[in-house]
């Protein structure tokens, strides 16, 4: 204690402390120049400054005393020279920032674990098979496909029960489905909300706690029990206001009356992050809930062919996820064998596998996971591009620096505290760059969330700066610090002291090997490193906007310009079938007569939306070809080939004629007509439709080929049927409307509101949209990509050119005087100019050599991100290469012409 | 001259802490000179480690330190054990003493 207090004595009155240990060392050194004479004291005394340093480094917690002098030092050096602060903290501000606002997406996707109690023990159970399997005849879920194997995690519902009942390594099993949007009535007051199907064992298998009334347990799923459903915290302090008597609660859903039960806890959303369930309907009262679609049907619980449940289980302790699989593989592939109705199907079982649930379905991951590496790896190296710049400036600077790294190390200063402050210094620096680079970084956040949502309404990812993205970059900004800091400081403290003390400019000790003529040494590698890398973001960048083009370009086989869509659900709004059959035609005819309107149809899906509806076809008398795609369907109204531009080869398009009772007919696409009659005509042909109700359906025309859910797949065999005809398989409920205009489409939009108002007031329109946007959204992805990699590109460039740029300017003022003298000898400026290009290209090729050969491994990952281009597409590596041939010229002109310019005279009187 | 010794580590507080013992106050520079003298020209104290050995002595509370004329009419800084100065005097003495008896065991012939 008393220690301390004699130290912070000290503390306050250290300048005297100075003062008289100088005089101590004064008098010291008189006694014994007494003695032996001046020259011998002062040999034997040594060095009085690095003694003092000792005597007063007694005193102080060492350590901290020098940070504090090495921070106020930085600040002073960084305050000396702000053209260099200021570039060196701006390229890094964009690189921090750009790693902080990518990683904050990968966090929210990927790291965010469930607001539930151990997520770590959660599992999710999927299937993957190479192709589509057999045994799944019918399909409600989201499914998969890359490289030709699809995953899934949507199952029968049998197989959920088997699993259920019969695993031994699960201490909890539970299931869910998505329900989309509900239509809810409380107290009156009309909700839209977004539903999840949940089994009896859901939130107790989650260890999700009720924050009001209780949640659906067991006794709760089942055929005959009261219909109640859940309601998720948010839904109830957000739009029901809070209301206190919430248990107990009757409500609507769709129609149906349910009574609230209770409110899950806090946070909770649901298992999939992507679209936050608001409701939870048990399972069995789907049929109740559900208007659209066959899924009312009792099969529904009992077909093992029909995969739409999605599964969860919990496992018990000390079982892990491997042994968890082993079992569940097993007890599937029994199971699924039992399903197969023929060989074909035999042969193409989907095999189980498991995954961690943590973070709850992973729809969302997969969809963004691997674009956030792609961007997460291109932001990665244009922070080592920043590095490198700053490392480069660092070590130009060092250069400069090297008189007073001599005087502080022949003045005793030890060669690890000179690195120290050198590397505070950098600290400093990357720091101050980290922290400019959060005000990037949620400037990027923002930006990247319209970019990615893309005019989505239900995109619902919640980047956020939270602590731990905080962390992140705190770490990203000292690990940069470290990195670029590291080398000067070990260059700048290897200083020769005395040439560095007469400060000559001959004497420069540097580690540099000539190669091809150039002088190479550290900051030259620095330089080709930049160079490789730009090479390798510039490459990709190409890649992704030619990918981009080439999805643009793409024939869709329909014209998409003009058309206007929107959305119309009439039976959510009360309206029975017929009427709402009734509702929609009567508007088709409205809306064709709107002036500036060419023509108006509809369809149960809109094309290019990547919405799929897939069914079995059989032909009678016909053996099944073999299925590499399964037969599309699309539920079209009269005049839609004329509204979307499609041509009829051959028979007539679907028209008026085509109502309900009478013969089911079908236009179908060129590919279906090959596949299922090659070689001849299709028109007048039969064919069955749908797997448990078969319709008898006549081709009455074959359409030229069109693009029918996306731009990247291979078209699959479409059949174009009637809406009217869709019969017991589709009720028909919400339909998209298309109109053709002649002018700007969105102008009509208040014309069609009014329209449908008049006609239906209780039936809102929805979506409203163009066809040109909704293709677009389909391509989200590759335009996002080939936005931020053009952004990246152009930034690594300008880095790497900077940093080019300024490594040269340095060479030539360095070599000011050997310039000088060459000239005063007789060289020509020509070859002055050649000399200081003769090092760009050097070094420029190298880069490009390294790029190149980078480029030619690493663009291979991008293989499934491109569409038309091949990763090693030629014609991109040699428009990337030009560009950056084109860049090095350009930045290393300027140094050259400038060594040009050198006047010998001033050079060699400088000197 | 050549033959100087390194002052054995660990020592030079206990051989200080001796001197100011023996003379009362003393400026570094005798203090150096005393240890050098006494020890028959063996042992040579360098500045470089008797001005910081003896900042951390003042931090210890080991000695006091102040301001007086020298003997030649100089301002110098005198140095002089303080009670605790003394016990660790002692301290170190026994324990020196115990290594010493140890290592003469060691060394001496059976």
């Known amino acids: 204690m008393r220690e301390l207090w004699r130290r912070l004595r000290w503390w306050a009155h250290r300048d005297q402390f100075d003062r008289e240990l100088e005089e101590e060392m004064r008098h010291h050194l008189a006694l014994k120049a007494e003695e032996r004479g001046l020259n011998a004291a002062h040999r034997q005394f040594g060095n009085i400054t690095l003694l003092q340093e000792d005597s007063r480094a007694m005193w102080t917690w060492r350590l901290w005393e020098e940070l504090g002098q090495d921070l106020r030092y930085g600040l002073r050096t960084m305050a000396g020279n702000k053209l260099f602060t200021a570039m060196a903290a701006i390229s890094l501000a964009l690189g921090i920032g750009a790693n902080t606002a990518i990683y904050s997406f990968m966090d929210a ?24 399997p057999g045994v799944v005849h019918d399909f409600d879920g989201s499914s998969h496909v890359e490289d030709g194997v699809t995953t899934s995690g949507n199952f029968p519902f049998p197989a959920y029960e088997m699993f259920r009942d019969h695993n031994h390594v699960f201490s909890k099993f539970f299931a869910r489905t998505w329900g989309g949007h509900l239509n809810l009535v409380v107290d009156g007051q009309a909700y839209l909300a977004e539903g999840e199907y949940v089994s009896g064992g859901y939130f107790d298998g989650l260890g999700v706690r009720p924050s009001a009334g209780r949640l659906i347990g067991v006794g709760d799923d089942r055929a ?81 062919n029909w995969y739409w449940i999605e599964m969860m289980g919990r496992l018990k302790p000390g079982v892990n996820i491997a042994q968890a699989e082993a079992e569940l593989r097993g007890l599937f592939a029994v199971w699924v064998r039992g399903t197969a109705k023929t060989d074909k199907e035999v042969a193409s079982l989907p095999r189980l596998f498991l995954e961690e649930g943590g973070s709850g379905l992973d729809s969302l ?36 620096r090297r008189r007073e790294m001599a005087v502080r190390l022949s003045l005793g200063a030890g060669r690890l505290r000179v690195m120290r402050q050198l590397l505070t210094e950098s600290l400093m620096l990357s720091v101050g760059g980290g922290l400019l680079g959060v005000v990037v970084a949620a400037v990027g956040i923002r930006a990247l969330t319209l970019l990615l949502a893309n005019g989505s309404p239900d995109f619902t990812l919640g980047a956020e700066l939270d602590g731990r993205v905080l962390i992140f970059t705190l770490l990203v900004a000292l690990a940069t610090g470290f990195v670029f800091g590291l080398a000067p400081a070990i260059q700048a403290t290897r200083v020769d002291i005395t040439p560095a003390l007469k400060e000559t400019r001959a004497s420069q000790a540097r580690l540099r090997v000539k190669l091809f003529g150039a002088r190479f040494g550290l900051s030259q590698a620095l330089v080709v490193s930049q160079i490789s890398i730009s090479l390798l973001l510039v490459a990709a960048a190409g890649l992704f906007v030619r990918t981009l083009r080439n999805l643009n370009s793409v024939n869709l086989g329909f014209n998409r310009e003009h058309l206007l869509l929107f959305n119309l659900n009439a039976a959510q709004a009360g309206y029975d079938e017929e009427a709402t059959k009734q509702l929609y035609a009567d508007l088709q005819g409205r809306f064709r007569s709107i002036p500036g309107v060419r023509d108006a149809t509809l369809s149960h899906i809109p094309m290019v939306a990547n919405w799929t509806s897939t069914t079995d076809v059989t032909i009678p008398g016909m053996p099944a070809p073999p299925d590499e795609l399964m037969t599309a369907v699309a539920l079209v ?14 028979g007539r398009p679907i028209d008026e004629r085509d109502r309900e009772g009478g013969q089911n007919v079908a236009v179908v696409n060129e590919i279906f007509a090959k596949k299922y009659f090659p070689g001849v005509s299709a028109v007048g042909r039969h064919f069955a439709f749908g797997g448990k109700q078969q319709q008898d359906v006549e081709i009455v025309g074959v359409a030229k ?23 017991k398989a589709r009720h028909v409920q919400w339909m998209y409307f298309e109109l053709r205009t002649v002018g700007d489409p969105l102008a009509l939009a208040n014309t069609v509101r009014r329209i449908v108002h008049e006609a239906a007031p209780q039936v809102p329109v929805a979506d409203v949209t163009t066809q040109s ?66 090092d760009v290209l050097v070094m420029g090729s190298m880069g490009l050599a390294i790029g190149l050969a980078a ?26 290469v030009a560009i950056l041939v084109a860049c090095a010229v350009l930045a290393g002109y300027g140094p050259a012409a400038r060594a040009a310019r050198i006047d010998p005279m001033k050079a060699l009187r400088h000197e | 001259m050549e033959d100087r010794s390194e002052i054995p580590p660990g020592t030079l507080y206990m051989l200080i802490l001796k001197t100011l013992a023996r003379l009362g106050s003393m400026h570094g520079y005798g203090i150096a000179q005393h240890i050098q003298q006494s020890s028959d020209d063996v042992l040579q104290v360098e500045e470089g480690s008797l001005y910081p050995a003896l900042q951390r002595m003042l931090i210890k509370g080991w000695v006091i330190a102040e301001w007086r004329q020298s003997e030649n009419n100089r301002r110098a800084r005198f140095y002089k054990l303080t009670p605790e100065g003394r016990k ?12 010493m008896a140890a290592i003469g065991r060691v060394i001496q012939p059976a």
């Not at chain 1, 149906?256 to 806890?265: D, E, L």
């Not at chain 1, 109204?637 to 051959?650: C, V």
């Not at chain 1, 000011?816 to 100019?833: H, K, W």
């Not at chain 1, 690493?858 to 990337?880: C, E, H, I, W, Y």
């Open chain 1, 365 to 400: 991951r997969r969809r963004y996971s691997k674009p956030l590496f792609i961007l997460m790896a291109m932001v990665g190296l244009i922070l080592v591009i920043a590095c490198a710049n700053i490392a480069n400036l660092l070590l130009s600077r060092a250069e400069i």
């Open chain 1, 637 to 650: 109204g009269p005049h839609f080939f004329e509204t979307m531009q499609i041509p009829i080869l051959l």
């Open chain 2, 88 to 99: 660790q005097l002692s301290r170190e003495l026994r324990e020196f003493e115990r290594v």
């Open chain 1, 224 to 304: 005959a029990a009261a219909p109640v459903v859940a309601i998720s915290y948010s839904f109830w302090q957000g739009r029901l206001g809070g209301i206190a008597d919430v248990a107990g609660k009757s409500i609507s859903i769709n129609g149906t009356p349910f009574t609230i039960v209770g409110v899950a806890a806090p946070e909770f959303g649901g298992v999939n992050p992507e679209s936050p369930g608001q409701v939870f309907v048990p399972v069995h009262d789907m049929a109740a809930v559900e208007l659209d679609h066959y899924l009312h049907l009792p099969e529904h619980f009992t077909d093992g």
């Open chain 1, 773 to 838: 946007r909704v293709i677009d959204r389909t391509i989200t992805n590759e335009r996002t990509f080939a936005d931020l990699c053009s952004c990246f590109g152009v930034l690594a460039l300008a880095m790497a050119c900077l940093g080019l740029y300024g490594t040269m300017a340095y060479a030539v003022s360095r070599r000011t005087g050997e310039i000088g003298i060459r000239m005063a000898l007789g060289a020509e400026r020509r070859r002055v100019v050649w000399m200081v290009m003769r």
């Open chain 1, 705 to 727: 080929t069109a693009r029918y859910s996306s731009l990247k797949q291979d078209i699959p065999p479409v059949a174009y049927t009637p809406y009217l005809q869709a019969g």
């Open chain 1, 109 to 132: 996707i990927m790291m965010r674990a469930l607001p539930v109690r151990d997520p770590e023990k959660l599992i999710i159970v999927n299937w993957r098979s190479k192709g589509q």
């Open chain 1, 855 to 880: 480029a030619w491994e690493a663009t291979a990952f991008l293989k499934s991100f491109l569409f038309g281009v091949k990763p090693n597409d030629p014609l991109t590596m040699a428009g990337a």
